[in-house]
């Protein structure tokens, strides 16, 4: 049975992965035996001596004889015209051997020797290093080959059935010492190479197989034996193919192409395809065994095989004539490649900067468990010691940067912020402010805020988040005007945000943790206005309403509130006059009889919808509630009027009217000195009350006229006397007596009152 | 919705009067007490108000309203008040020429019209400076008769008191002249004192010349002669002086901020006195606009001071009110307010009988209809025109009975009004010059009256001059 028969022979049997059955059998293995003469085309073993020309040389592994033809020409010997050659490996002791100057330089070698060719000043040379123990270096590689060839024979057409073999196993080692002396020619190392990977298939084949690491070293376009028998057998018994069997395909696939981020970063890329290939194919991807079966293909480098060996294995099917795997492999690793890109390029620019908390920041977020190291850890913990358990707590920025940094930085640049705030998120806390979000980086000496983040965290605002977190922060400077945030202003401002923003859960547990960053520190105008540009020009009056009801929640809109409103309405492009118009008519409230629950007075902001002009095209509607509220107050209002202006309610304080009018003097009668008990009428004295009476004969006086008659009585002044009298009237009556300058008018109504 | 006001008497005098300040668009002087609709409690306020400075103590209010609110009437039913409380009363508007604080005249200049405003109970229009002043004189002239001495001796006694006060002992010497102008007759002596008294000589030589004194009442003084004034009018017998000032969006208007912080100090030495009660019977109220008071750049809030004195009370919100701090704020008129001035107004013109309604309630919601589909909302939030028309409404209804009201309202012609105070600012400068200042001025003002009179202005000392003044 020749080589060729075994390997294309078919097995009977499905092949059970893993298991030492091979196809090679162990039976028939011939012992090793030393000779030590010459014989006719017989293997010296290792360790054997021949006898050349008299002289002996040790070590074996050669053939040794004088009749021993190459395979091919074996092959062909059914043919009685043609002369077969001889073996090229064969030592023919009968060839003449020239001793004495042996072309060490193989000055005289060909392409393809054979020692029954070559000149016999070479045959010395070649006898000579095999005698010196196959090691001189700088020897001649024609003979290194020549001895090859017998390796090559001796494997696979001798042993070709016991290649696992202790023997086989001893050839390839020696295959290897010699690869390992003069693996610098290229030819001989791929020879070299090549056989041994013989080695390989036949241990292959048979034993176990672990997925060979990639290293950057490997070269050529083959894909190993090893990876595509080991991918293959999976193929071939149905079931999904491991992760390393997978990640060992991709990388040596000679179609994979893989980005500089792969090669790069090789372990965080091996890391995170094993993780997305677990989640993507579960136990592993199946692939349908396609109908080509694997085939090794050995040009052996000596003349004697005539030819390329073609050799399939077992039935193997062929994982490299397909394009499915590889395709779907190279899409994840593709999008893996795109994860590592930000990493990888920070490395390329900064290959010190591996490890650091900004590399490590840029990880994706499954490495970081495995790939941050101990900065991460130590983060982690202090996060953990600080948060005890808290929705969230307010650190000092300071030492966040100390840990970040490790005590290099005293400040957290833009980019650093940035990095913080996603390396924090890979672990689910947030940081206030983030960058991310549109806040400015944290001052040294600030505090900041760390939150769990709950629900899926988002790395960038969504419009609503952006605007109403102007309006919080806008709310929060005013309400921040008369001093500082209350807790409970926090919480109907984080009240108001859940209710009326729409916003989901992780950005309102964001907001909240802005609003306590922003009770943390002094609060500026700095960027109000970029960012309240950002709102829609419809909501900004509504914005200014909500502002206003801010300021006024604690009953009191102040004249720092009021200051800051202002600033904020022209921020806003809103008019200071309708600013202005809305705390006075906070102030003056209404006073009707509306009763609000004032459980439902408190709190509820919702920005108001616009009412302009609401009344314009609507037909009054009085509320008669409000009309009969109005109308008690008018009739309050008229009854403390109605004491005032009284005119028919006699003051306590006057004297009562006694009987006057009886005991007044004659009309025109000289009274220049009343006794001072005479008649008086409404608490005058005697001299205005006859004043009065006198008066009180005419409808009308001229001024000249009732001077005189003020004369007469002793009342210098007529104005003052009318004065006076007007006063008692009004005490009286509620009117005045005397009415105008020129002429001097008397009121009936006052006399009829006053004078009866 | 009926409404039935208690019957009450409506003089005929002061139905017309109500009427026709109502037609002619403006507050009117009498019976504000008929058509006052609500607020009950702020009128409460300043009747204690006017209680305590009858009582010798003092007041301040600021009556702050938007447009149309009815600052005016408020400040006018207030000023009725106080005359039935037997309190003098005078008012002004402020204006540009008009000022609190000034070194050009305008403080003076606010004096004078101040004082021209002068009113009394039974002189409620005005001019009442000479009644007040022979009050004086005639309680005076019955002590002089009872102790047998000299008027002037009695005059000069009883004035004494108030020569303790800034520019008390020449303003005893100018009422000492009344008395000696009534004596001997010299008509043109007691026109000079009344003059003097108020405010309106400019120059001291001419006071001089005219009087004998050496001071008159100038910028500098202005406050300090109201301070004088509310004295002696108790000495006169009336109870104090109530002192209303509407208007006073022109000092916020005031684009020159030295002049408006001016007369702002001068409104913080008012509010000190007044609350720290050392201004004796002395009250005031204003009448502004809600950003004359909030403005924190150019209103009273910008001046710290001022600031801390109004703001409000930080225990009051949430539904509990104070009508105590100095600020009283007035609400607009809402359409139900509206409903019930026109229920008033029907009840005014028909002097309190019921039986004489000229319309029936539906008739006016229907006219509130009209209105709000010509104009909107400002026919209750601007309401002059609005009552205005109204009232013509009633007139013409009154002239022809038997005209069917649905027909008329449909006729009514009604337009909006617009907000002087959303004019331009005025500038400040020109107010400055001595030619500008108003034509009221019986002689040409000098800029000063602490200076000799300067000499003629040239361009060049403009600088200054402005500074000077401002």
Known sequence: MGFRDLFNRERDESPTVGTAVGPFSKSGSPAPVTVERSAEGSWIPAGGTIVVDGRSIPGGMVYFGTDLHGIREAEYAFSSWYQPSPEPALIDPSLRVEWASPDYAGTSMGYWPSYSEISPHSRAAYLAWLADGRRSPGTYIGYVFLFLYGLERRLLVDLESDLDGDEATALFGEVERLLGLYGDNGSFRGYASNLLSFATLAKSISGELTPPVWTEDHRGWEMPIDVQLGVSRYVAAGQPIP????????????????????KRCQS??????RIRYRARFGDGLKVRAPSTKLQFSYRPSSASFGRTVNVQVGGLPDVMSIEGPINKLRDLATEISDELDAYSRLLGRRPDEAGTPAAIALLPDELVATHGGELVDQLRLWVDERLAGQQQAVVPLDELVDLWSSGKADKLAKRDAVALASLLGKFDIGIEPDVRFGASTPKPGSDVVLFRITGDS?????????????????????????????GAEIEHLADHANQVLGLDESERTRLEA?????????????????????????????????LIDVAAADGVVSPDEISTLTKLFGHLGLDETDLYRQIHSLGTGDPGPVTVDPGEQTTRWAVPPATADEHLSERVVLDPAKVQARLAETAQVAALLTNIFADDNISPTLPPPTGLATRLPPPGSPAAQPPPDSASIAGLDAAHSAFAVQLSSQTTWDRGEAEGLAESLGLTFLDAAMDTINEAAFEICGEPLLEGDDPVELNAYAIEEMIS | MTTSPAPERIRPRDRDAVIQSLRAGVVPRVGQQHIQVGRANEVGALVADIDRIADNGSAIRFAIGEYGAGKSFFLNLVRSIALERKLVTVHADLSPDRRLHATGGQARSLYAE??????????????????????????SLNVARARDVAPEVVIRERLAELQELTGGYDFAEVIAAYWRAHDTGNEQLKADVVRWLRGEFSTRTDARAALGVRTIIDDATFYDHLKLFARFVRLAGFAGVLVCLDEMVNLYKLSNSKARNSNYEQLLRILNDCLQGSADGLGFVFGGTPDMLLDTRRGLY?????????????FAGGGLVDYSGPVIRLANLSPEDMFVLLTKLRHVFAAGDPDDYLLPDEALTAFMNHCSERVGDAYFRTPRTTIKEFVNL??????NPGVEWSSLIARVDITTESNPDLTPLVDDEPDDLPGAVPETFAQPPSPTGAVPPPPPVSPGDDDELTNLQL
């Open chain 2, 394 to 399: 009633l007139a013409v209804l009154e002239q």
């Open chain 2, 114 to 139: 101040l004082m021209r405003n002068l009113s009394t109970r039974s002189k409620p229009d005005g001019g009442a400076m000479p009644s007040v002043v022979e009050r004086f004189i005639s309680e």
């Open chain 1, 458 to 486: 988002a790395v960038s605002p969504s419009s609503s988040y952006t605007a109403a977190m102007s309006l919080v922060h806008l709310t929060a400077v005013v309400a921040a005007a008369d001093g500082s945030i209350t």
């Open chain 2, 302 to 314: 910008s001046y710290a001071a001022l600031q801390s004195r109004l703001a409000e009370n930080t």
């Open chain 1, 243 to 262: 992760t390393d069997w997978a990640l060992a395909y991709l990388r040596f696939h000679p179609s994979a192409y893989l980005n500089t981020p792969a």
């Open chain 1, 514 to 546: 802005h609003l306590s960053f922003l009770a943390t520190g002094k609060l500026g105008m700095a960027g109000m206005k970029r960012r309240v540009e950002n709102l829609p020009a419809t909501e900004r009056a509504a914005v200014g309403r909500f």
């Open chain 1, 268 to 273: 965080e890329f091996d890391e995170l395809f």
